[in-house]
């Protein structure tokens, strides 16, 4: 079956923090890896990752995905409180998105 | 350029019923996907459309449906309510090919 499994479920930070995000996925014919940040109700697009080892970068934010070990990270340096937010990982394949369940991300000021 | 937009925001009603979501994709988008997310869950898929055919279809009962009109806007009913329908539905439209989805607010259906 496929599936898309994110880690932690949920984390606590301090602003300036550094956190990795994990997602791991297990899907046939895979085209890609997005992920996407959901603060109140939209999911607002972030990365998306075709090839392994090139790092994608966005400001703080930076994202790396591995075909081989079929996982990806996203990386927040220098966390602010806006950072705060549900952050969700999915993954294309064929025509089909199938997300993962989120990490909660919550930093404290 | 204007968003996704979906209406209604929110949506109360009781078991037995049922409901219609309305989804106007991005001008020019001619995909659009619908997605149930509840508390722990995540994203689940239900279906997407594109050019007014339905091309993939997530594991949802019969009860769910849906449909695309000519100019792309999608319209999700959901038959025979249950209280396990209460969720927020989120609407997405991309130009083709699933890539880079762009999503609406959603609407938020509570379930009585």
């Known amino acids: 079956e496929d599936k898309v499994v994110q880690s932690p479920l949920s984390l606590v930070v301090h602003e300036g923090d550094t956190v990795t995000l994990n997602c791991s996925y297990e899907?046939?014919?895979?085209?890609?890896l997005l992920w996407y940040k959901q603060e109140k109700k939209a999911p607002t697009f972030l990365f998306m990752l075709?090839?392994?080892?090139i790092e994608k970068k966005s400001g703080r934010l930076s994202s790396i995905l591995d075909k081989k070990e079929l996982f990806s990270i996203l990386n927040i340096t220098a966390t602010q409180t806006g950072d705060s937010a549900v952050y969700l990982c999915?993954?294309?394949?064929?025509?089909?998105?199938?997300f993962g369940a989120g990490t909660i991300l919550r930093v404290k000021s | 350029k204007a968003g996704v937009t979906q209406t209604p925001r929110y949506l109360i009603k009781t078991r037995g019923q049922q409901v219609t979501l309305s989804c106007s994709p991005i001008?020019?988008?001619?995909?659009v996907s619908w997605y149930q997310q509840t508390p722990g869950q995540g994203l689940q898929f239900l279906f997407e459309?594109?050019?007014?055919?339905?091309?993939n279809k997530g594991n949802f009962p019969g009860r769910f449906s849906g449909r695309q009109f000519s100019n792309s806007r999608s319209e999700m009913n959901v038959s025979t309510l249950e209280l396990g329908d209460s969720a927020l539905y989120l609407c997405?439209?991309?130009?083709?090919?699933?890539?880079?989805?762009?999503f609406g607010s959603g609407t938020q259906l509570s379930v009585l």
């Open positions: 075709t090839s392994s080892g």
């Open positions: 999915a993954v294309l394949y064929g025509n089909k998105l199938v």
């Open positions: 899907v046939t014919n895979f085209r890609s």
């Open positions: 997405a439209s991309c130009y083709g090919n699933n890539e880079k989805l762009f």
């Open positions: 001008s020019g988008h001619r995909s």
């Open positions: 459309y594109f050019s007014e055919t339905q091309r």
